[in-house]
């Protein structure tokens, strides 16, 4: 049995998120049917976080087993032949057996683009938040600093009732949190140990409160300590963001 190692791109503004689910079009899904036109096998290939409908990724990473004796070249060429022209892999690699796209990972880096001018070129519109409005650029990122550091990001993370809250389940590590200009975009960066579900964009429309001035940047200490979705601010939409990058 071989462990092979995918890494791919993938614009999912067309698709209901990575996780297989029995109603919508996935990523995971998409792959996994992919896969097992090529080797014959019924393979699910397990990615290195969930990404939501909408959100994409530069370089997500999965891993699956098999025994196809297929190069591991030759193996993503034929997959990017079925795939759609909306998910491309980029490689793929035999791996160590013990190696897991999500368990084996270090940290990762997501990115989120806000575009700033009045008129968004369609172009982009599949990638951006249009937010054309007032905001205070510099205050946005001194609250981005403020989340740097391990936390319980609870108040950031999106309610799911079929998961029980767990105490320190959502402690996750933040190495780096900051925003910058590039022309006519604001960017957010931010690369940490693990991210809860909708923590990326629920921080983000957190940061959009402090730039229209409701909140000051001083408050995301206090939301981070009241742990209750509700302390936070509203949730970004998908469009903007995008998996940078998986580190193992």
């Given amino acids: 049995m071989r462990n092979l190692k995918v890494t791919l791109a993938y614009d999912g503004s067309d698709f209901g998120g990575w996780q297989v689910q029995p109603d919508a079009v996935t990523i995971q899904g998409t792959l996994a049917s992919a896969i097992g036109r090529v080797i014959g096998e019924k393979v699910l290939p397990q990615g290195s976080g969930r990404t939501d409908a909408g959100v994409h990724a530069l370089a997500q990473v999965a891993t699956f087993g098999t025994e196809s004796p297929i190069p591991a070249e030759n193996l993503g060429k034929a997959l990017n032949d079925l795939l759609p022209a ?4 980029l490689s ?15 940290a990762k880096t997501y990115r989120y683009r806000m ?23 510099a205050a946005m990122q001194q609250a981005a600093g403020l989340i740097v550091g391990e936390n319980d ?10 998961r029980g809250e ?14 910058e200009r590039s022309g006519d975009e604001l960017i957010f960066t931010v690369r940490g140990s693990g991210f809860l579900h909708h ?18 940047p001083d408050a ?7 742990r209750k979705r509700s302390s936070a601010g509203a949730t970004a939409p998908a469009s903007g963001l995008c998996l940078v990058n998986v580190e193992y």
């Fill in 86 to 89: 909306a998910i491309r892999v």
């Fill in 92 to 106: 793929v690699a035999e791996v160590p057996a013990e190696f897991h796209a999500r368990k084996s990972a270090r």
């Fill in 115 to 137: 575009y700033r001018e009045a008129i968004c070129p369609p172009f982009l519109a599949r990638y951006v938040w249009h937010y054309p409005y007032p905001l205070d650029e």
């Fill in 153 to 162: 990001f609870t108040s950031f993370a999106a309610v799911d009732p079929e």
């Fill in 166 to 179: 767990e105490i320190g389940s959502n402690v996750r590590q933040v190495f780096a949190s900051n925003w």
């Fill in 199 to 216: 923590m990326v964009r629920n921080l983000v429309g957190t940061f959009v409160l402090v730039g229209k001035g409701t909140l000051q």
């Fill in 220 to 226: 995301i200490a206090k939301i981070i300590a009241a």
